[in-house]
């Protein structure tokens, strides 16, 4: 069923490291993805990376899910991406909301493409293309971020689009 983990935090070193990649998908990916979904169910992520939980792995997982930290987040199948590409990205960006396991208790505007194509590996090892759009191309690429050693902080145009988690909360519901 997997192991919920302590997430790291902003200013530790893991979340600042590029991730290795998968070079086989064995056991203990298998496990990690099982561990990935575990922690963030109980966090109530739309996703998590490998290096949130001090893994250095190619490897994150998309839960999207209305939550409590995203209310009007669209339903979506579960999803282990391994060793993820960005194959392509929109011109048209979209500036929305996104806070992070890792960065408790702020929330910020952050410009994205809308729409990419990617590439990555799921679990029985096979390579999958696939677009997504909004919400679901976002948590995409902020989990691909992670294995970077990026988070959303590093995109954020102007500080004023960074506000606490009680104000995004305050705002989102109009």
Known sequence: MGRIFQIAQLGHAALRRVAEPVTAIDQGV???????FATSREANGAGIAAPQIYVSRRVF??????TPRYPNAPEMEPLAVINPQVLWVSEELEKDWEGCLSIPGIRGRVPRPSAIRVRY?????????REFSGFAARVFLHENDHLEGMTWLDHVEDNRDIVTEKEYLRLIAG
């Not at 298998?30 to 990935?36: F, G, I, M, P, T």
């Not at 997982?61 to 209305?66: A, D, E, K, Y």
């Not at 590996?121 to 293309?129: F, S």
């Open 30 to 36: 298998r496990e990690l993805v099982d561990d990935l």
């Open 61 to 66: 997982i998309l839960s999207i899910r209305p």
């Open 121 to 129: 590996q799921v679990l029985d090892g096979e390579p999958v293309e």
